[in-house]
């Protein structure tokens, strides 16, 4: 028997049925901000500039134009594809796309494939000579698939560059013009970029035709629903914290963060000799254990992933209730980044932040950034009371402490208390004007 489906924000946006079906299948009621705004646009044909990050349903944003235009027109006859091209930069934002087309597109008969460096290329060059609509892609091994006549980009209908910014920042920057400029002149193309910078804008020129600029800004409305807290502690003692940190029973899964590669396998070591189950992902790691460590970790069987930046970039785990950063990153838009991996969907997280002598300074940017005080948590047994009180340069008074060790955002009373603005005086202002890439911070 037929039931008479509900109809949901997504109707209003012009997509097909077997997308919208696909759609309310993952209990999506209302198009995000993002996908409102692009989707139109999209479906018509328009080039796109996003300034968005993950997190925002930018995915979606892109993928189900994407295959609602792929489904209404037949490719050529003959025709092997691709037709969509999306370029991403690590294999694990690669298969989350993969992931997220299969699911928007299951009531389609669209095919796609995704290929990335790090795996045998012969299952990928199979996916590419049995013929793919869509491609996803990380650069590196797509220039080598092209190279050796694997893969052909002449029909290529629909371009998308996600996450340019850290492309850019990867240097992937020649990589991504000579792929570009391998795909058809007309071709729609879009570009997603979590920041703006020159560099980026530069691209924007050369790639997009008269685009659709659409800017939206979670990044600070998540940073708002996550508890972040500081643990100032000197730097040797970092281990023996996580240690008791670690103890908590409210942390149900805890991504750790590590500035190094090394420092990653080493925070895993001494917590397997303390009994306590973690697992790495980082560069050095084949592509196979480091998805059979997210696996592991999504499926609840580690209750610790380690992680360094590039390799946590774009991750989307759900049920993340802590993101400890074991070191402090020296950019603040790292740290926006990394504790964006919890409070995803709506839910809240904490963040903890372990800082060391030599990290006040970290802090002091991150503050700026995002526009407010981290509260202090005193209470725990490695406090170092003269990193603490050890002023900062320019830093404001009065900041305050957490009363208990508790690393619990929902059992913390009054946990907004904290959460006034870091300059009394056109806070927004000055923040901007220190740090020009915080598109996070407005
Ligand atoms: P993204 O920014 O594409 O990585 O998406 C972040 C998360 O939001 C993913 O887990 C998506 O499944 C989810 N998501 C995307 N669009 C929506 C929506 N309209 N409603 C609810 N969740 C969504």
Redesign the pocket.
């Known amino acids: 028997m037929l039931m008479e489906s509900p109809t949901t ?2 109707d209003a946006l012009n997509l097909s049925e077997p997308i919208c079906r696909a ?1 309310r299948g ?7 901000p ?2 409102q705004k692009s989707i139109p646009h999209l479906i018509e044909g328009r080039d796109l500039l996003g300034c ?10 892109f ?1 189900l134009p994407i295959l609602q235009r792929l489904s209404e027109k037949r490719p050529a006859p003959g025709s092997k594809g691709p037709r969509a091209l999306i370029l991403t930069p690590t294999r694990e934002l690669a298969s ?2 993969s992931d ?1 087309i299969r ?1 928007y597109g299951k009531h389609l008969s669209l095919k796609q494939a995704v290929v990335y460096g790090g795996v045998s290329p012969k299952p990928q060059i199979s996916a590419l000579r049995r013929g793919v609509d869509i491609l996803i892609a990380t650069p590196g091994r797509m220039i080598d698939l092209y190279q050796q006549r694997c893969l052909r980009l002449d029909q290529i209908e629909i371009f998308v560059l996600d996450e340019a910014d850290r492309m850019l920042d990867m240097g992937f920057l020649p990589d991504i013009k000579k792929i570009y400029a391998m795909t058809p002149d007309n071709r729609q193309s879009m570009l997603f970029s979590a920041t703006l910078p020159d560099d980026i804008l530069r691209l924007t020129k050369q790639f997009l035709n008269d685009p659709v600029k659409v800017s939206v800004n979670p990044p600070a409305s998540t940073v708002d629903r996550i508890d972040q807290r500081v643990l100032f502690v000197d730097r040797e003692n970092k281990g023996a914290l996580l240690e008791s940190v670690l103890q908590e029973d409210s942390i149900h899964r805890a991504l750790v963060f590590s500035r190094t590669k090394h420092g990653a396998n080493r925070i895993v070591k001494n917590l397997g000799k303390a009994r306590i189950k973690a697992d790495s992902i980082h560069g050095n790691k084949s592509q196979a254990a480091r998805m059979e460590a997210l696996r592991k970790f999504r499926a609840g069987k580690v209750r610790v992933l380690v992680a360094t930046d590039i390799a946590s970039r ?1 991750l ?1 785990v ?1 049920g993340i209730t802590h993101v400890i950063n074991y070191e402090l990153p020296n950019e603040a838009e790292s740290y926006v980044h990394r504790v964006g991996r919890t409070a ?3 839910a809240t997280g904490v963040a903890l932040s372990f800082c060391d002598a030599g990290e006040k300074g970290y802090l002091h940017n991150i503050e700026r950034t995002i526009n407010r005080l981290v509260t202090v948590i005193a209470d725990h047994p490695y406090h170092s009371e003269s990193i603490a009180s050890k002023p900062k340069r320019g830093s404001s008074s009065g900041r305050k402490t957490s009363s208990g060790r508790n690393y619990n955002s929902a059992a913390k009373p009054g946990k907004n208390q904290n959460r006034k603005r870091y300059f009394s005086a056109k806070p927004g202002k000055k923040t901007r004007s220190r740090s020009p890439r915080s598109a996070v911070s407005a």
Do not use: H, M, W
């Open positions: 924000g997504f759609v993952e209990k999506y009621d209302t198009p995000t993002i996908q968005a990050q993950t997190g925002t349903g930018k995915t979606a944003a993928s989350q796309i997220s699911v774009g989307d759900e995803r969907a709506g």
